[in-house]
């Protein structure tokens, strides 16, 4: 049976707890258009420059900001998940390998 990757896990609820914060701000800039942009933009940045360098953003123009999180946050945690996963795998294969 296969366990919880704690790395992956925790790598997870650290981008939903900082894409939560962004989301928080974005709701209380008051009359502040370009700071509500700024940190709806944030979290997706990484998704965002992925699709950009692939070419394959166009169809985000005009887009609702909660599709675009519908849309590209759950791949991007089971990404972060499964780079968690890796990275313990190989703490644990160079600890484990070394005895």
Do not use: E
């Not at 945690?77 to 795998?89: D, I, N, P, R, S």
Request: proline share 6%; glycine share 6%; charged share 5%.
């Amino acid at each position: 049976m296969r366990r919880v990757s704690v790395v992956g896990v925790a790598l997870c609820l650290l981008y939903l707890a900082a894409t939560a914060l962004c989301v928080w701000g974005a709701l209380s800039a008051q009359g502040d258009p370009k700071g509500y942009f700024v940190l709806l933009q944030l979290p997706l940045t990484p998704q965002l420059i992925a699709l950009d360098a692939l070419h394959a953003d166009a169809w985000l123009t005009n887009m609702p900001w909660a599709t675009s999180y519908v849309l590209l946050v759950p791949p991007f945690l089971a990404v972060l998940y499964a780079f968690g996963h890796a990275v313990q795998w190989l703490i644990a294969r160079l600890l484990l390998g070394a005895q």
